[in-house]
């Protein structure tokens, strides 16, 4: 569950997780896509109304700032807090420590509790997550050794298999020399120090630049490549479902029996990350978060590589073309998992035809989109190629794309609607909103009678326990069940 | 008269300044000096040797409502003053973010006001960012003195001084002009006198190299005072009768590094000639401008007076972690914004880089989505508080952010709001961002406020949040405005708590019934408008009465005359009755008190004659955070509970527990400093039947029922009532939680 401040001593009055009113029932929504998708929206019938409806600027209320993003000092944190054995010391005061030990444990959850007093020791602040510095005016003034070498010495012993110092962007202005600071204070455990993640950078570039630092730090010799085997890039803790999406291409690929070695970042163990370089191609399925990596490891071990050519698997064209650009560069056999992806446009195809009979629908519908361009670009091309929806407006977050952006405009262009990619999601009406879940709360404050559906972060703090993913075919039919689930009424 | 004396570190600066110091002093003046070096020795020949506590020091192991100004001040030669900023070791820390905070602490003492003449600041000149630039600021030295050799880094230091003071340049110069420290080099006399020429600033003294320096030393005391007849005593006190004598000032106007390297520095009419070298025995009297063009008028007549301060103009409130020097939780920054983004008709820019903002941003909008959710209601505040980022980057960081700060400013406006708030982030605190100014870009639409948190640096989240409220209440609240009877405030609520939109409900009502007004909600979801209309409440309502709030009720008090209830919105049936009461006594109605009472009064001994069978001789163990829980203990006697245990946690916003009920407790821990290992021990030997915490423990404790306490409750009659009756029905009912089972399982499969 994402609450930054439910499992620490709060900052301000904010309430604990734990001590919601139980008077008050659990989120009533069946599925994420339920939850926003009040009856009494845009009528639907036989000839829905939307069709009629051109989306143009809404007026009221005024909205100063659309939904933040992370930078480059939170992807570095959650690239290394990516790592299951991994441990982030926060080199910074608390303002900048609860946030990323929320998020962190939200997404990959490692404690089995919040209760503050398990995690006593002064740097986690009764939190599981990212132990912290706790810097003051005075430690900005006077350097921060004293109490890094303090909490290095607890951090030390609690078993990590890597432990990395990250500056806190004030703490990156005053200099410490952090790697003689480690150097005494860590024995045997692995550790690096990253003194400046940038300064308001790309959440990209400040999480390969984590990632490229481990990879150094491993020095991983020249080994026996395995044939027929991928790494997969660009997969991270800020991603809707990222763990899931992870599995799933892995059974996605092992039908095609192509063995997944790692994903740098996303749930594996330091030791599987040692394993890298027996990969025979690597996969960038997203990358704002991938290629430099990819690229790093052309240069550093020749491992050739990939960037996933539709964008990431979102949607039945993608999946394929994901699969198949894979096997054809390994040189495998994509039918398993074709056949796969065919039986899920089977499943499809029976509820469509059905929904299509009685509603005319999902076909004319308007459709928004706010996210990162390799998820936009398939996503749009899967609403309006295949579902035959209308975009009404998209925006891409910051981020090197790999050219996706251009590709997106390519195809809007296309479809002669190339201005919806300067139309803002939260004003601009629509019946399906696909972002993350501050700005679906904003075009419900803008009084948007939309459907919401996350595919970003921050979430609406649904809390997930069965299993559910963006990518591959279960991932598609997910998000076709939430857009009928979603538009019926709306 | 504040002077700032620059040059070069290790040219000798330290000495001038402490003989310009005697000099002034000796001729009847009250003088400061201020030494702005980490090295902390500018004053050293002033006290014979010894050093004064530096001011960083002291405020290391000092809280900040202990300061004194006589504890970092020591007094010496002709009676100067003397201070040491200090500073960290080379290499670690930052200097420059050490001179920001000596200021800072200097200027809440109120040194300018402590009756000097001249305060004088010896500064290191070797690297002038933000903090080392303080004393140029405009707000602190009104003439400065730039110290000089004839050597290319000592001219290259001078440089970049001027560059320096040219930044912070208005259309007043305040320039005194160059002194000479002449170190015997060749051509040296000729190079400062290029440089002065280019620069168009007089030499106002040429100092030789003298024995007399180096028995001064031995002495540990200045020239001044150890050879008062020397030909050096009578220049400098010379010298410091021209600077005291309010010289004319001068325009910075710094040269490029080009014409600096070609012309000054490298001129190729230098030849060799011993002649060219100062003279040590025939000081030079100070000079007049030789070269200078461009005097400008007296800075007295020219100063404009000090516009708002981007720190409170009153005393500063103080949060807990600051006045016990406690380790922070969250930053200022982040508890100011969350204050300032409470007026729906403002907008506030973090002045820092994305993730500031973004964790704030992201922090305050947690509770709406999870409110859509689960309710499908939708917060309108928080659900897109009004933030913009100026989002510095590395170029901000080492040239600072003026630019991209006045653009965003002048974006924000472009969306009429009523106030724009600048809220500082660490990263512009250390590089030593100066907000002070801003509010000069107010205009009749709208009012530009600085709060210069500055991150943490100026305290925890708490302290932000006082922050907030002091400096909003100081800009907007109009002090003219008559109370009227009828109106009341509620001051201090929790925005970002579960109970709030409740709590509002409840004290509406009631206002209703007694035929009050809500006025002002200071500040939750309020207006610029409606705070400018505080004083027009005739009472004001606490929310909670917390540290904070506390803290908050005696400065309306006492700054704006606000007339408080005595208690604040309350919790449980025993409180609310009396709060009524007292209301609807302020509202001369004292009958309808007795008639809400009533309402309630039924219910509640309807629900004690209920539960009491169940719950009679139960014993109830807390261990909480909360340091206001008499409401739940007063139910809790009132259905016949025993107190077994009452843990009262360290929290970081709070410590002022206080029970009425003490004697009714078995064992009372007001500051319980706690593990989950001992409060398991303690469950077990307790062995309550009620476990009520913020948290509860992971372990399954069997029959005991666990139930949970919010930080901030729900008001009102039937709050501790309705707790009771779940613990009635979750032991009555005889319920398992099998899942607790499942540990093992969960070990063996995802562990």
């Not at chain 1, 734990?18 to 639907?44: E, F, K, M, N, Y």
Request: hydrophobic fraction near 40%; aromatic fraction near 8%; charged fraction near 20%.
């Amino acid at each position: 569950m994402q609450n930054f401040t439910a499992n620490t001593e709060p900052e301000q009055a904010v309430e604990p997780e734990a001590t919601a009113p139980r008077s008050v029932a659990p989120g009533s929504a069946d599925t994420p896509s339920a939850l926003d998708c009040a009856p009494g929206a845009i009528a639907t019938a036989t000839a829905p109304a939307a069709h009629a409806v051109t989306p143009a600027a809404h007026a009221s209320p005024v909205v100063y700032t659309a939904s933040t993003e992370p930078d480059s000092f939170t992807g570095a944190i959650f690239a290394i807090e990516g790592i299951a054995d991994a441990a982030v010391v926060l080199n910074g005061p608390t303002g900048c420590k609860f946030y990323h030990s929320a998020i962190s444990d939200t997404q990959f959850p490692r404690a089995v509790d919040y209760d503050p007093l398990s995690f006593s020791e002064r740097c986690f602040f009764g939190q599981p997550r990212v132990p912290a510095t706790y810097l003051d005016g005075d430690d900005y003034i006077f350097g921060s050794a004293p109490k890094l070498e303090e909490v290095l010495e607890v951090v030390d012993s609690k078993g990590y298999s890597l432990i990395a110092v990250i500056n806190s962007p004030g703490a990156a202005l005053i200099g410490d020399d952090l790697d003689r600071l480690l150097g005494d204070s860590v024995s045997s455990t692995r550790h690096l120090s990253i003194e400046s993640t940038g300064f308001s950078g790309d959440y990209g570039s400040g999480f390969q630049t984590a990632i490229n630092k481990v990879i150094d730090l491993l020095d991983l010799p020249e080994t026996e490549v395995r044939p027929k085997s991928v790494n997969l890039l660009g997969i991270n803790l800020d991603q809707k479902y990222y763990d899931n999406n992870y599995y799933t291409l892995r059974e996605l690929l092992a039908l095609c029996e192509i063995e997944v070695i790692t994903a740098f970042g996303a749930t594996d163990t330091l030791d599987k990350i040692t394993l890298a370089r027996q990969a025979a191609l690597n996969v960038v399925v997203c990358p704002e978060t991938g290629l430099d990596t990819a690229r790093k490891l052309y240069s550093d071990w020749g491992t050739p590589y990939i960037v996933a050519e539709s964008g990431q698997p979102i949607g039945f064209e993608a999946i394929v073309a994901f699969v198949t650009q894979i096997t054809e560069a390994l040189g495998a056999d994509a039918s398993g998992a074709h056949e796969t992806v065919d039986k899920a446009r089977a499943r499809a195809y029976l509820q469509l035809s059905r929904y299509s009979s009685l509603l005319g629908l999902p076909k004319g519908a308007f459709y928004s989109i706010r996210a990162a361009a390799s998820i936009a670009y398939p996503l749009a091309r899967w609403l309006s190629s295949y579902l035959g929806m209308i975009p009404a407006a998209i925006e891409i977050l910051s981020g090197e794309d790999g050219g996706f952006s251009e590709r997106l405009r390519a195809y809007m262009a296309s479809l002669q609607l190339e201005d919806v990619l300067s139309r803002p999601v939260a004003t601009t009406p629509t019946q399906v909103v696909f972002a993350d879940g501050d700005t679906i709360a904003t075009c419900k404050l803008m009084g948007l009678q939309t459907c919401g559906i996350e595919i970003g972060f921050p979430s609406l703090n649904y809390l997930d326990i069965t299993r559910k993913q963006l990518y591959g075919p279960e991932g598609t039919l997910f998000l076709l069940e939430q857009v009928m689930n979603g538009l019926r009424y709306v | 008269m504040q002077i700032a004396i620059y040059g070069k570190g290790g040219i000798g600066k330290s000495t001038i300044a402490a003989n310009i110091s005697a000099a002034l002093a000796s001729g009847g003046k009250r003088v400061l000096q201020v030494g702005c070096d980490p090295k902390h020795d500018s004053t050293r020949l002033l006290l014979g040797g010894r050093s004064p506590q530096t001011v960083l020091d002291y405020i290391r192991v000092t809280s900040p409502d202990k300061y004194r100004v006589s504890d970092v001040i020591m007094t010496g030669e002709f009676g100067v003053d003397c201070a040491e900023s200090g500073g960290p070791e080379p290499g670690i820390g930052c200097a420059g973010r050490g001179i920001l905070t000596t200021f800072d602490m200097l200027e809440k003492l109120g040194i300018r006001n402590h009756g000097y003449d001249a305060i004088l600041y010896d500064v290191l000149g070797d690297v002038v960012c933000g903090g080392f630039a303080v004393p140029i600021r405009n707000e602190y030295a009104d003439r400065v003195y730039i110290i000089t050799s004839g050597e290319f880094m000592s001219i290259y230091a001078a440089n970049n001084i001027l560059r320096g003071l040219a930044n912070y340049q208005t259309n007043r110069g305040r320039v005194g002009g160059i002194i000479f420290n002449a170190r015997g080099g060749d051509y040296e006399q000729q190079r400062v006198q290029r440089f002065a020429d280019a620069v168009q600033l007089p030499i106002l003294a040429t100092i030789p190299r003298d024995d007399i320096f180096a028995a001064s030393e031995r002495a540990k005391r200045c020239v001044v005072a150890e050879f008062p007849q020397s030909d050096l005593a009578t220049m400098f006190r010379t010298l410091a009768q021209q600077i005291s004598s309010d010289s004319e000032l001068y325009l910075a106007q710094p040269l490029t590094d080009e014409h600096l390297e070609q012309r000054i520095l490298e001129d190729s009419s230098e030849t060799h000639n011993i002649n060219n070298n100062v003279d040590k025995t025939s000081p030079s009297a100070p000079a007049t401008a030789t070269a200078a063009t461009t005097p400008v008028t007296n800075p007295a007549a020219t100063v404009t007076p000090a516009t708002a301060s981007p720190t409170s103009t009153t005393n500063p409130l103080l949060s807990k972690a600051m006045v016990y020097k406690e380790p922070l939780h969250g930053c200022a920054f982040s508890g100011a914004l969350g204050v300032a983004i409470q007026l729906t008709d403002c907008i506030s820019i973090a002045h820092g880089p994305a993730s500031c903002a973004h964790i704030a941003f992201q922090a305050i909008t947690s509770i709406s989505r999870r409110m859509l959710l689960e309710r499908g209601t939708v917060i309108p505040i928080q659900t897109a508080p009004p933030i913009v980022s100026t989002d510095m980057n590395e170029t901000v960081m080492i040239f600072g952010g003026a630019e991209p700060l006045l653009q965003r400013i002048e974006a924000a406006k472009q969306k009429n709001p009523r106030a724009i708030f600048v809220i500082s982030t660490c990263p512009s605190g250390i590089i030593g961002e100066d907000l002070s100014s801003l509010p000069e870009l107010s205009d009749g639409n709208t009012q530009v406020i600085p709060i210069a948190t500055d991150g943490n640096l100026t305290g925890d989240n708490l302290q932000g949040v006082l922050m907030g409220y002091q400096l909003i209440a100081e800009q907007i609240i109009d002090r003219s405005l008559t109370p009227e009877s009828k109106l009341i405030n509620i001051v201090a609520e929790k925005p970002i708590a579960n109970a709030t939109a409740g709590n509002l409900q409840f004290a509406n009502d009631i206002f209703d019934r007694l035929g009050l007004k809500l006025n002002c909600r200071f500040l939750c979801e309020s207006s610029y408008d409606k705070v400018r209309s505080f004083k027009k409440a005739g009472l004001n309502v606490l929310a909670y009465a917390d540290y904070m709030g506390e803290a908050l009720k005696s400065y309306l008090e006492q700054n704006y005359d606000a007339v408080f209830m005595n208690k604040p919105m309350p919790i449980g049936f025993a409180d609310s009755s009396e709060w009524v009461r007292d209301l609807a006594e302020y509202a001369e109605c004292p009958e309808a008190a007795d008639a809400i009472i009533a309402d309630y009064q039924q219910l509640y001994q309807a629900e004690v004659a209920r539960l009491r069978p169940i719950l009679e001789g139960k014993r109830l163990m807390v261990v909480t955070f909360n340091h206001s829980i008499d409401w739940i203990l007063s139910t809790a006697l009132d259905v016949g509970m025993e107190l077994s245990f009452v843990g009262i946690l360290d929290y970081s916003q709070d410590h002022r527990f206080n029970t009425s009920h003490a004697g009714s407790i078995r064992e009372l821990h007001p500051s319980l400093d706690y593990s989950a290992v001992r409060r398991s021990d303690d469950v077990r030997r307790v062995a309550p039947d009620v476990l009520l915490g913020n948290y509860l423990p992971r372990e399954d404790m069997g029959n005991i029922v666990n139930d949970t306490i919010q930080l901030c409750p729900d008001v009102g009659f039937l709050s501790g009532i309705k707790m009771a009756a779940r613990w009635a029905e979750m032991m009555r009912a005889d319920l398992g939680e099998g899942w607790r089972r499942d540990a093992e399982l969960y070990s063996k499969y995802r562990a």
